[in-house]
T-cell receptor
């Protein structure tokens, strides 16, 4: 089973709202990722968690706040978003540990969820 | 840094036609290479992968061979179906130690009945 689930599937929010996106995997993967994908573009990496610790933050604005409560769950808390934040938000997971200090080994495949389509009004 | 160059789309083919989507890469080391497919309104699905030179990845009639000498990983399928209509992304895993993915720009494939 290589399933990553994401909820909700669609989300509409105002600029003053607070909402959260949820991602779950039960493959025993220890690396989890958030991506943002705009229409007709490839996914852009936002955050990487490795062993429940934030490993990579791609200079994402603080209105996006990730959280990894355990090895199976990844949340993305949203607050005071802008209309330009409207996009498809994808979660992914993989087996390998992500480390900027490690240059050896083979990275494992990232498995993606179906995404949450976010619209900010 | 590492990069992926993918052919521009859209690609429009008739059913049962032969498909090639070109993908070339630049990398300082030996990355793993991937093809992902994204159907309308959905997330990315792994289509196939290759982790070392001369490896051939295959799945659902699609194939791609890791060619180190030409730094390429072209996607091919002998006979496309309408259901193959989607966006195809070539990607590599960065060799700098972070294992981040570098994606190509994506190629939209439209198959006509």
């Amino acid at each position: 089973d290589t399933e990553v689930t994401q909820t909700p599937k669609h989300l509409v929010m105002g600029m003053t709202n607070k909402k959260s996106l949820k991602c779950e995997q039960h493959m025993g993967h220890r690396a989890m990722y958030w991506y943002k994908q705009k229409a007709k573009k490839p996914p852009e990496l936002m955050f990487v968690y490795s062993y429940e610790k934030l490993s990579i933050n791609e200079s994402v604005p603080s209105r996006f706040s990730p959280e990894c409560p355990n090895s199976s769950l990844l949340n993305l808390h949203l607050h005071a978003l802008q209309p330009e934040d409207s996009a498809l938000y994808l979660c992914a997971s993989s087996q390998s540990k992500i480390s900027v200090r490690t240059a050896g080994g083979r990275p494992d495949t990232q498995y993606f969820g179906p995404g949450t389509r976010l619209t900010v009004l | 840094g590492d990069s992926v160059t993918q052919m521009e789309g859209p690609v429009t083919l008739s059913e049962e036609a032969f498909l090639t989507i070109n993908c070339t890469y630049t990398a300082t080391g030996y990355p793993s290479l991937f093809w992902y497919v994204q159907y309308p309104g959905e997330g990315l699905q792994l289509l196939l992968k290759a982790t070392k030179a001369d490896d051939k990845g295959s799945n659902k009639g699609f194939e791609a061979t890791y060619r180190k000498e030409t730094t390429s990983f072209h996607l091919e399928k002998g006979s496309v179906q309408v259901s193959d209509s989607a966006v195809y992304f070539c990607a590599l895993s960065e060799t700098s130690g972070t294992y981040k993915y570098i994606f190509g720009t994506g190629t939209r494939l439209k198959v006509l009945a």
